[in-house]
């Protein structure tokens, strides 16, 4: 069965339709039906606990967790992806206790008004917001990200709802029970990996934000900064000569907390070229460039490997709150 385009994807959500995402087969190889929050009705919540039969989730962004002012339902977040559940929620104030499909679209569409304010919610509730990553799929391949990044993109609010799809045997749903299932109900079906290719294919995902002369212990450079517009942090470049001259020498460089930041030797043949390498190399061709990428290694990859290091094999990682 060939797989929907994520512009006809985008089509289905804009219109309030339901469709199936799946992710990939090495993480949770699941499917979820997802519809953006605002277009749900208590049909399509009853449909979603019938005959997907997973847990109804409302994923959200972390603005709208702080306007609404619903906390994370644990500091400490040990489960497998790191999926971000706050604390459950209700609306059923204005339509009387309960969890039927009507009770559950009600609380939704409280929740995800623009001018939604704290009161208009209680806590707990039948309803469980996820608190979506800032960058979207492009932070996290998740469900969680999907959602809210597909109702941002068909020009709803960015809030959805999700459910796995389960089988009748109680098992998880994996591809060739989603395609029947999509064919059976006539649903839209589709990946997360398509939808991080669309966005990093047509979403600007950087900008620059400044460019200063700078005095180096290899000369002067000079410094452009860029913003990554995914996760806000500031990446760096410098460069020496005409950046227009062929056969620039170009050097990307992660940088190694280890190595680039502490000036350790590492072991094993592994030290490779490091900032001050680069640098000096530039510097002593006279031109090109070394653009510094940062941020890519979390504190548990840091504590390993310094722990690997000093000839440990354990290692106590950082606090992550």
């Given at each position: 069965m060939p797989l929907d385009s994520v512009p006809d994807i985008l089509d289905d959500i804009r219109e309030g339709k339901m469709v199936i995402l799946m992710d990939d087969e090495d993480r949770e190889n699941e499917g979820d039906l997802v519809i953006a929050a605002e277009k749900v009705t208590p049909e399509i919540i009853n449909f979603f606990a019938t005959e997907a039969?997973?847990?109804?989730?409302?994923?959200?962004?972390?603005?709208?967790?702080?306007?609404?002012?619903?906390?994370?339902?644990?500091?400490?977040?040990?489960?497998?992806?790191?999926?971000?559940?706050?604390?459950?929620?209700?609306?059923?104030?204005?339509?009387?206790?309960?969890?039927?499909?009507?009770?559950?679209?009600?609380?939704?569409?409280?929740a995800v008004k623009s001018d939604a304010k704290p009161?208009?919610?209680?806590?707990?509730?039948?309803?469980?917001?996820?608190?979506?990553?800032p960058g979207g799929v492009l932070q996290r391949a998740g469900h969680t990200e999907a959602g809210v990044d597909l109702a941002r993109m068909a020009g709803c609010e960015p809030a959805a709802v999700i459910v796995e799809i389960m089988n009748e045997d109680g098992t998880m749903a994996r591809r060739p029970e989603l395609e029947v299932f999509a064919e059976k109900h006539n649903l839209r079906i589709g990946t997360i990996a398509d939808l991080i290719e669309y966005r990093a294919l047509h979403e600007q995902s950087v900008r620059c934000t400044g460019e200063f002369p700078i005095d180096t212990r290899w000369g002067q450079f000079t410094l452009t900064t860029f913003e990554d517009l995914v996760d806000g942090q500031i990446q760096y470049a410098l460069h020496k000569g005409d950046l227009t001259e062929p056969d620039l020498p170009v050097r990307i460089q992660p940088i190694n907390t280890l190595r680039d930041v502490l000036g350790t030797k590492l072991p094993n043949g592994s030290q490779g070229w490091s900032y001050e390498s680069a640098m000096a190399y530039i510097a002593e061709q006279g031109r090109g460039l070394v653009v510094m990428l940062g941020g890519w290694e979390s504190p548990d990859v840091i504590m390993r490997n310094i722990a690997q290091l000093a000839g440990t094999t354990e290692v106590e990682a950082p606090p992550q709150n």
């Open positions: 039969c997973g847990l109804i989730c409302m994923p959200i962004t972390a603005e709208r967790a702080r306007q609404l002012r619903i906390p994370l339902m644990v500091r400490d977040n040990r489960s497998q992806h790191e999926t971000n559940f706050t604390v459950s929620i209700d609306a059923t104030h204005a339509v009387g206790p309960g969890v039927s499909a009507k009770q559950r679209a009600h609380t939704i569409l409280e009161s208009d919610i209680s806590q707990p509730g039948h309803i469980f917001p996820l608190v979506a990553k």
